[in-house]
C-alpha cells in the first residue's frame, strides 16, 4: 500500500533465505511484478571465506520488483567507456558507454566491492550489514527521479538516506533500532 503506483522494491538476500524471500514477494506482489536478480559480486575473496572446504561464496542476491509490470520509474545506467577504447574498426565509440547488466562488480569498470571489505573506507560507522553509498546510489539513481520518495524501512546505518539526500530525492527511514536511529541521524548530518 506504501508503494507509489510506478514504485519499485529492492530487497538484498544471502543464499540462506534468497529463495523464501522471493516466494514472498511473488506473492505479495504477483507474478509479473518481478523484474530481475541482480547478482552482487561482495569483492575479493578473504582468507576466512577462502577457508571454506566448498564453493567460495563471493556474491549476494537483489531482488528487484515493480508494483506495476508496464508502469515503472527506470533510469537506464551506464558505464563510460574507457578513454582509450576504441571499436574493432578503430573508431572511438559514440553514446552514453557500456549498459549496466544484472551481474554487478564482476569487472575493474564496474567497482561496488562490498563495505564489509573495504577496509580503510571512511564511509563505514560500524553498522554490520552496512551497504555501500555506491551501490544504493545505483539503485536510487535506475528507480527514482529527484523529487521522488525513497523509503528504507530497515535503514540500518543510514546510508540510503544519505545517498537519497545527495541525489535530490526526499527519504523516509524507520528501523525498531535505537542505534540504528543514532547512526542514521549521523549520518544524514554528514551528507547534509
Not at 88 to 102: F, L, S
Not at 105 to 124: G, V
Not at 142 to 165: E, K, L, R, Y
Request: aromatic share 12%.
Amino acid at each position: 500500500e506504501l508503494l507509489a503506483p510506478n514504485g519499485s522494491l529492492y530487497v538484498h538476500v544471502d543464499e540462506n533465505q534468497g529463495h523464501f524471500i522471493r516466494c514472498i514477494c511473488d506473492e505479495i506482489f504477483g507474478p509479473n511484478a518481478f523484474q530481475r536478480e541482480i547478482i552482487w559480486r561482495i569483492g575479493w575473496i578473504s582468507g576466512y571465506k577462502s577457508a571454506a572446504n566448498n564453493w567460495i561464496r563471493n556474491h549476494d542476491k537483489i531482488l528487484f520488483y515493480t508494483k506495476s509490470s508496464n508502469n515503472f520509474v527506470f533510469n537506464k545506467e551506464y558505464i563510460p567507456y574507457p578513454d582509450d577504447y576504441v571499436r574493432r574498426d578503430g573508431k572511438k565509440p559514440e553514446g552514453k558507454g557500456y549498459p549496466i547488466e544484472d551481474t554487478w562488480n564482476s569487472s575493474e569498470m564496474d567497482k561496488l566491492d562490498s563495505i564489509q571489505i573495504m577496509s580503510f573506507s571512511n564511509e563505514k560507522v560500524g553498522y554490520p550489514t552496512q551497504k555501500n553509498e555506491n551501490l544504493l546510489a545505483r539503485i536510487i539513481n535506475a528507480s527514482s527521479n529527484p523529487g521522488d520518495i525513497v523509503f528504507d524501512c530497515f535503514m540500518g546505518s543510514g546510508t540510503t538516506q544519505a545517498a537519497a539526500m545527495k541525489l535530490g530525492r526526499r527519504f523516509i527511514g524507520a528501523d525498531i533500532n535505537l542505534g540504528s536511529v543514532q547512526i542514521t541521524s549521523k549520518q544524514i548530518g554528514r551528507a547534509h
